[in-house]
């Protein structure tokens, strides 16, 4: 026996937090239990051999001949063919009511889904049920531009339709809005509730900063105020919705996380999570030691709220766009498969006919999906990878030789020890919040 | 209405083998 390729090793007082990231689970272990499990594995099993069998069922330890990079791979492959789901985005408009300053995409003024559009999408998910018999999900994604600008008179219908369509079949169809949230209103309540739907809102931090950021272009109205209250009202009137705020920071925003707090104090726990993610433009220079971030990272978690920081959960693939079942539809019809870049013609892989076939740019896309995002010298060996799987298959059409520069623990804000502490105490919030009370 | 806690313990802070599972 072996301790495993994947285990993580963190000192916390007279202990050491092991963390396995192919099997995404923590142990907490005596000094004396982790030298031994390092160094004289089998003194383990005759010193602690509950611990070691404990250690063996949860796949710290593991056979010598255990190949798990072998079974990563496979999982990879499984994850990218994976005939059960599909991951469908929808850029219902590529306008928006907000002109943040740091947001990539091009707006099109006015550009909304037509009918003719909207019958071709339907067209397109209803082949999807009928000629694969084996899909039985179907993740539909808004996203833009501001994707609620025509919710009620053209979104919803849509959607609505998507999710009957789906029942009639005895499939699954569940909805998620990437939106400011400036359009939810309490009359629309009752339709997001209809469909399920979840949200990811977007805060640039405290009040001030955020009206900053995001205010009506006519008026210079704030909409931080309104969209706290969205938050509340969301959590409040939809019975399964799950909400990520995600937390746009920059140096000025980090010291100031308690008012954002403050004001979302009595928010269901269950039902909110925050992610945060710097603002790319005000780049870090990168040292492992931001400590403001750290202090913002514990001061949410001590609240009581999950909190996600990098792209580093375990998954099965670095990006959806290196999956077969997967695309990107924008209100015009044309096609896509990464949404991470603005959504011009040098950027579009594909047409969406009117009869609801797709077709793709047969180079485009082989060039894509023959890239194997871990199959390099910088991410075979990292011990992260069932967390990251690499760069996405995007930068790495744009830049094969130059991965590094990629590299998440390079642009990673934290140690490596704070991280794994960070990611220690979430899962124990998330474990307390998945037990019923 | 709460107040935001600023001291206190993180679940690690009082904590030995015990597991915790990842999401």
Known sequence: MKASYYNLYVPHKEHFICYNTKNDIFCL???????????????????????????????????????EYGELCAEYDTAIHNPNVYYLTLLPSLDCNLRC?????????GSHLTPES???????????????????????EMFGGEPLLYFREELY??????????????????????????????????????????????????KDRHDRVKFIPGTREGTYDRMIETVYSLTRNLKNTYINLRLNYDDETLPHMADLIQDLIDVDRHKVGVHLERVWQTGHSAKHDNQALKAAIDLWMLNGFKVSYMNLGRRSFSCKASAVNQAI???????????????????????????????????????????????????????????????????QLESPSDLERFCQKRHMELSMPDYICYQFNEACIETELRTPS | MKQVKTTGNLPMDGMILMFVTGG
């Open chain 1, 29 to 67: 272990l005596t000094d004396r239990n982790h030298d031994l499990l390092c160094n004289h594995l089998p003194q383990l099993a005759q010193a602690a051999p509950r611990v070691y069998e404990q250690l063996v069922e949860q796949r710290f330890i593991v056979d010598d001949d255990a190949d």
């Open chain 1, 157 to 206: 219908p849509l959607l609505a339709q998507i999710k009957q369509d789906a029942e009639e079949r005895q499939r699954k169809a569940s909805f998620f809005f990437v939106t400011n949230a400036v359009c939810i209103t309490p009359d629309t309540l009752p339709l997001f509730d209809r469909l399920n739907a979840s949200f990811q809102i977007s805060i640039d931090g405290y």
């Open chain 1, 329 to 395: 539809f924008s209100y015009d019809g044309t096609a896509y498969k990464c949404s991470g870049r603005d959504f011009t013609p040098q950027h579009c892989e594909g047409t969406l006919t009117a009869d609801g076939f797709l077709h793709w740019d047969a180079g485009k896309l082989e060039r894509r999906m023959n890239i194997v995002t871990y199959d390099n010298d910088l991410c075979r060996s990292c011990k992260l990878m069932p967390l990251c799987w690499g760069p996405c298959c995007q930068k």
């Open chain 1, 101 to 109: 300053w740091y947001c990539f995409e091009k707006h099109v003024k």
């Open chain 1, 118 to 140: 909207t019958q071709a999408i339907l067209a397109y998910v209803r082949r999807l049920w009928d000629e694969h018999p084996q899909l039985a999900h179907l993740n539909v």
